[in-house]
């Protein structure tokens, strides 16, 4: 594998480290989407040689220790939401981009579920509905990241 795969994969996880990062207004932080899991899942379903496993663990761990949330928290999520769509690859690939959007929406809402979970056991309550918010925006968000990755992979095979 080229470098030029890998120079992408750790950039756009840069990228989305950074908008995971950023501080929002509390009208709208609610519903950030989730980023590094938007870009873990392009990578998954695009190219199955990155590493996106070891890097969901440590940006899991890195995302823990920043959020002060249980040490685990995030890197359990990360990485069982690649690993799932790592395995779904092969289905992934034949469906076009709005069926796509539409079959990750339980994959955000399980990421969700179990982040709800693990905080309602340490007793990090938080109102239910907007528990649910990360996953609309993240489905909403889907298509564009995706366009603007894949978009970026294309232009960047054809040189």
């Known amino acids: 594998m080229s470098r030029t795969p890998f120079r992408r994969f750790w950039l756009s996880l840069l990228v989305a480290l950074f908008l995971q990062l950023v501080a929002l207004p509390d009208a709208v932080a609610a519903a950030r989407p989730l980023w590094i899991p938007l870009i873990l899942v392009y990578w998954a379903l695009a190219e199955p040689r ?3 496993l070891i890097s969901a663990f440590l940006l899991g761990i890195a995302l823990d220790v920043l959020y002060n949330t249980v040490l685990g928290q995030h890197a359990m999520g990360f990485v069982l939401l ?3 769509m790592a395995r779904l690859r092969a289905v992934f690939v ?3 981009l709005w ?3 539409i079959a ?3 994959a955000w809402a399980a990421y969700c579920l179990l ?3 693990v905080d309602d056991i340490s007793r990090h309550r938080a109102d239910v509905w907007l528990r649910w918010l990360p996953a609309l925006s993240t489905t909403l968000f889907w298509p ?3 366009t603007v990755l894949e978009g970026a992979t ?3 095979s054809q040189e």
């Open 82 to 84: 690649v690993f799932f």
């Open 104 to 106: 990750l929406i339980p």
């Open 115 to 117: 982040m709800t979970m």
């Open 99 to 101: 069926q796509s959007t």
């Open 94 to 96: 034949l469906f076009p």
């Open 154 to 156: 294309r232009r960047h």
């Open 50 to 52: 990155v590493p996106a």
């Open 144 to 146: 564009l990241v995706y």
